[in-house]
C-alpha cells in the first residue's frame, strides 16, 4: 500500500466521532480514503453523519502528526495490516458492517481457510469448562478450523493453549496496542501463538489495555469467524456480548450448558433458553450444524456461458466469483456503478437466477 494511503486511513482512525461504519460511508461515497482529505468540506457535509462537528476533527491538523508517528513506527516495526478492501482482509469481517477499516497483525496469520470459530467465555473457569474447551477443540482438529479468542484468563486462554497442542492455527484479538500485553502473565504464551497463528489489533502501537476497548474488540471475535462457542458465563459478561454481537451478524451461536446451580452456567442456559443460542453437547454438535462433514462441492461457473449478462451484470458476476459474497456498497465501489443502479442491476440478476440476496445488504452468486 502507498505511503499516503496508509496516512490517510490512519487519520480517519484517529478521527474522533468517526467510527468503521461512517468512515466505510465516506470512503465509498468519496472513492478512495486519500481523497476524502482532499475533498471539499461542503461536498463531506452532503453525506449523511458528516455535519460540522465532524468536518472539524476530521481536517484536525493534529491527526497528521499522530497519523505519522504511528505510520514511522508501523515502517520501523514492518507491522504487517490488512485494510478492508484488500483481498486479504477476513471475509468473515468484511461482512461485519463496523467491522474494522484497518487492523494490524503480528505472526503467521493465515486467512485462507473458511472453517474459523470463536471460543470464548469466563475468566473464572471451571474444571468442567477447561476439560469441555480441550476435548472439543480435539474433538474437531481433524477439521483443521481457526480457533479465535481473546488471549484474556480462562476460557480464552485455554482455547489458545488447546489449539496450540492439537497443532491447529490460533489468532488472538487484542484490546490493546502491541506495545503492552494483557494480562501479562500471559507473555509466556506470545512465541506459542506467534508459531501458530498470531495476534490481530486494530489498536496503535501504544493504545493501553482501557476498559471500553474490550467491549470493542469482541465485535472483531465474533466477526471474524463463522461461530462463536460460549464455554461458560455468569448472567452477564463478555462472551454474552460477544454471543449478542455474533447473532446480530447472523452467525452461529453454541453454547454449553450446565447445571442450574452453577453460576458460570447461568449466562449458556439463558442463552439456550432465550433461543440464543444452539446447545453444544459436543464436537459432533458443531460438525453437523456446521456441515464441516459434508464434501464442499464445486461451484460451477458454467452458467455464464448459456446466460447473457450486460456489461455492468458481467462486473459483478466477476467480482462475486473472485472474492465470494460481498456487501452492496463494496460491489458499488469496486464496479463503479452507482447504489441506485446496483439494486436494480442485482435484481435482474437474481431473477435470471445468477445471484440471491443473503442477509445485511450482502449478495452471493448461485
Known amino acids: 500500500m502507498k505511503e499516503d494511503k496508509l496516512l490517510a486511513i490512519l487519520r480517519l482512525q484517529k478521527c474522533k466521532f468517526i467510527g468503521d461504519i461512517l468512515a466505510k460511508k465516506l470512503i465509498i461515497n468519496v472513492g478512495d480514503v486519500a481523497q476524502i482529505f482532499k475533498e471539499k468540506a461542503r461536498v463531506l457535509s452532503k453525506i449523511n453523519g458528516i455535519g460540522t462537528h465532524v468536518l472539524n476533527h476530521l481536517f484536525d491538523k493534529r491527526n497528521i502528526e499522530f497519523g505519522l508517528k504511528e505510520l514511522k513506527y508501523i515502517q520501523e516495526n514492518k507491522i504487517s495490516y490488512s485494510y478492508f478492501l484488500d483481498d486479504d482482509y477476513p471475509k468473515n469481517l468484511q461482512h461485519a458492517v463496523d467491522g474494522p477499516i484497518l487492523f494490524f497483525k503480528d505472526g503467521d496469520i493465515d486467512f485462507s481457510n473458511n472453517r474459523i470459530i470463536s471460543v470464548v467465555g469466563t475468566r473464572n473457569i471451571s474444571s468442567y469448562g477447561r476439560d469441555f474447551c480441550n476435548e472439543l477443540i480435539k474433538e474437531i482438529s481433524e477439521f483443521n478450523p481457526i480457533i479465535v ?29 502491541f506495545e503492552h500485553i494483557y494480562p501479562k502473565v500471559h507473555k509466556k504464551y506470545i512465541n506459542q501463538v506467534n508459531e501458530n497463528g498470531g495476534f490481530l489489533t486494530e489498536y496503535w502501537h501504544d493504545e493501553t489495555p482501557l ?20 464455554i461458560e458465563s455468569a448472567v452477564k459478561g463478555g462472551a454474552l456480548v460477544t454471543a449478542d454481537i455474533a447473532n446480530s451478524y447472523d452467525r452461529d451461536v453454541f453454547a454449553v450448558p450446565g447445571r442450574a446451580s452453577d453460576i458460570y452456567s447461568r449466562g449458556c442456559n439463558n442463552l439456550i433458553k432465550n433461543n440464543k443460542a444452539h446447545l453444544l453437547n459436543s464436537a459432533s454438535d458443531i460438525v453437523k450444524m456446521l456441515n464441516w462433514d459434508v464434501q464442499e462441492k464445486q461451484k460451477s461457473v458454467q452458467k455464464q456461458l448459456f446466460i447473457n449478462l450486460n456489461e455492468n451484470e458481467q462486473k459483478i458476476y466477476d467480482l462475486l466469483h473472485q472474492k465470494g459474497p460481498q456487501l452492496l456498497d463494496v460491489i458499488s465501489l469496486e464496479c463503479n456503478i452507482a447504489t441506485f443502479q446496483l439494486s436494480s442491476i442485482l435484481l435482474q440478476m437474481e431473477l435470471k437466477g445468477v445471484t440471491k440476496p443473503l442477509p445485511g445488504k450482502l449478495f452471493e452468486l448461485i
Do not use: M, P, W
Open 149 to 177: 479468542s481473546g488471549f484474556a484468563y480462562g476460557v480464552d486462554i485455554c482455547a489458545h493453549k488447546a489449539a496450540v497442542k492439537n497443532n491447529l492455527q490460533t489468532i488472538a484479538v487484542l484490546a490493546h496496542g
Open 211 to 230: 476498559r471500553e476497548n474490550f467491549l470493542k474488540r469482541n465485535r472483531i471475535v465474533a466477526g471474524i469467524s463463522n461461530a462463536t462457542i460460549v
